[in-house]
């Protein structure tokens, strides 16, 4: 009888603490940092390399790639809570399922970043969204960024 009491608090104690799934997840190591982004067929990934600096690659995680044709370059929205909006252009090249290209940022347009409510990762060819979502976890991608890459 006990645990029918237990029980619900528990489960409410792991939704509560497990990650969501649409969170930035960060990853680094030596001299390299990425932040990560999945939801629905596509998968971005903002990385760097110490001496280098950022590149954004989009997946499709479908892996046909059909939706970057005729994508030159991208968009990438991102809004603070008090709405304003900083955009960040990227050129892209094709590359099998994914694109990428250099993100060309400077501290202002990071901070915007690490302290953003939310982004929208779109192409301005074909009008087509292909990420949209929240910024949790962008701070810690901002102090990775910065430790292992120097940015």
Avoid at 29 to 51: L, P
Wanted: hydrophobic share 45%; net charge positive.
């Amino acid at each position: 009888m006990k645990l029918f009491r237990i029980l619900p608090s528990f489960i409410v104690l792991l939704l509560i603490a497990s990650p969501s799934f649409a969170d930035w997840k960060t990853v680094q190591s030596n001299g390299k940092a990425r932040a990560v982004y999945q939801s629905g067929n596509y998968e971005v990934w903002i990385h760097c390399r110490r001496g280098q600096g950022l590149e954004l690659w989009l997946r499709d995680l479908t892996l046909s790639g059909r939706d970057f044709q005729n994508v030159r370059s991208l968009m990438m929205w991102v809004k603070l809570p008090d709405g304003r909006t900083d955009r960040w252009p990227v050129t892209v090249v094709q590359e099998g399922a994914g694109i990428s290209g250099a993100l060309l940022v400077s501290d202002f347009n990071l901070e915007f970043f690490r302290n953003a409510q939310s982004f929208e990762l779109d192409s301005p060819q074909t009008r087509q969204v292909f990420l949209s979502g929240d910024m949790r976890g962008t701070g810690a991608a901002r102090l990775a960024f910065l430790e292992q890459c120097g940015l």
